[in-house]
């Protein structure tokens, strides 16, 4: 696996490198070829937690995960372990589905828990006015919610508009 490591306001010191790739070499096994595979790391600070974003880009998906912690070493250990519940359930659902056309991991001798199993528990219809994005925005804070669907009449499409996790918003068209 190709490990890019930088740090944002932090310096990403060798040690703090030898740490992050040894541990994402656990992941390594999960795979078929995972040395053409790129992980990109990044660690930075703020409001004096340590923060590590994991993206690791593959050919059907691409996994993710970003961890705060006070310290950095327990931000890595805990990353880890969110990518690898990624993996497992990802390689049980994908194996389902496409059962004939192999995806890039290599087999899981562990039982894979049956929370990781989909059903859709609700389903919703909801009618979609035309609105500017500051409407919906104030929409879905009216709601309570950290998205809200609406049809854009800015764009001229449906939108999702999101709450990120820095607290501003993000959104995605359908075109």
């Known amino acids: ?74 931000a890595i250990d805990l990353v880890i372990d969110v990518l690898e519940r990624q993996i497992r359930k990802n390689k049980t659902k994908l194996n389902k589905k496409r059962a004939v056309e192999p995806i890039g991991f290599a087999s899981i001798e ?5 929370e990781y199993i989909d059903t859709i528990v609700k389903r919703k219809d909801i009618e979609s006015k035309p609105m500017g994005e ?4 104030l929409q879905m804070e009216l709601l309570g919610h950290d998205f809200f669907l ?12 999101y709450k990120r996790k820095d607290g501003n918003y993000g959104i995605i068209n359908s075109k």
């Open 1 to 74: 696996m190709n490990i890019n490591i930088r740090g944002d306001k932090i310096e990403a010191t060798e040690s703090i490198k030898n740490y992050i790739r040894e541990k994402l070499e656990r992941l390594e096994k999960y795979f078929d070829e995972p040395s053409s595979l790129d992980a990109h790391v990044l660690i930075r600070v703020r409001n004096g937690k340590e923060i590590i974003e994991v993206t690791i880009p593959t050919s059907k998906y691409t996994l993710r995960a970003e961890e705060k912690h006070e310290d950095l070493y327990a």
């Open 110 to 114: 562990e039982d894979v828990e049956d």
């Open 134 to 137: 500051e409407e919906a925005i």
């Open 150 to 161: 609406f049809r854009n009449v800015d764009e001229e499409c449906i939108s999702l508009i």
